[in-house]
């Protein structure tokens, strides 16, 4: 993966810049199955393998296929973003290490999921149930955020071949 955004960072060309940010997102789907979160890897996958490729080649074809060379380093947004990495990484450090058994999500929330799913539910999987009844509401404004994202670039790109088409139009 670190091989990968060297590459992203490094390329001026915008088309293989997209296709490596879609194997990215795989790799980074790969990573979540390896850690147990299907759940998080399909969606990883869907959305950033498949539908933001998708988006950006989209985009892509609307504009050049070369970045243009900077004239000078932007020092200011490096500096906001070694400042959010800090900070993101100190708030990491509270975290439990991966695979605590002692963790609070494995002695409070497992046991009641593992307990009480089927009679709370219905449902006879446990995942199922956590992702479907537990999560309901999460996993639908997931579907939400998403879908009003795919609209909004939808909207955008149709406003702008729209304008293009009437240009010509007029043109003829």
Same mark, same amino acid.
């Given at each position: ?33 390896? =850690?147990?979160?299907?759940? #998080?890897?399909?969606?990883?996958? *869907? /959305? ?8 950006? %080649? @989209? ?58 799913? =089927?009679?709370?539910?219905? #449902?006879?999987?446990?995942?199922? *149930? /956590? ?8 996993? %639908? @404004? ?31």
């Amino acid at each position: 993966m670190a091989l990968v955004v060297w590459f992203v960072v490094r390329l001026r060309n915008l088309f293989a810049v997209v296709i490596l940010s879609g194997l990215y997102s795989l790799l980074a789907a790969v990573l979540f199955v390896h =850690l147990d979160a299907v759940d #998080v890897a399909f969606t990883e996958a *869907a /959305v950033g393998g498949g539908i933001a490729t998708v988006l950006a %080649l @989209g985009a892509l074809a609307l504009t050049t296929s070369r970045e243009a060379i900077p004239e000078r380093i932007p020092v200011l947004p490096l500096f906001i973003v070694l400042i959010v990495g800090a900070a993101l990484i100190y708030a990491s450090l509270d975290m439990p290490l991966y695979g605590d058994a002692m963790a609070a999500a494995h002695l409070h929330v497992a046991p009641r999921y593992i307990a009480e799913s =089927l009679s709370e539910t219905g #449902v006879p999987n446990m995942v199922t *149930a /956590v992702l479907a009844s537990y999560r309901g509401y999460d996993t %639908l @404004g997931e579907v939400m955020v998403i879908f009003t994202a795919g609209v909004g670039v939808l909207a955008i790109l149709g406003v702008v071949k729209a304008a293009a088409t009437s240009g010509r139009s007029r043109d003829q």
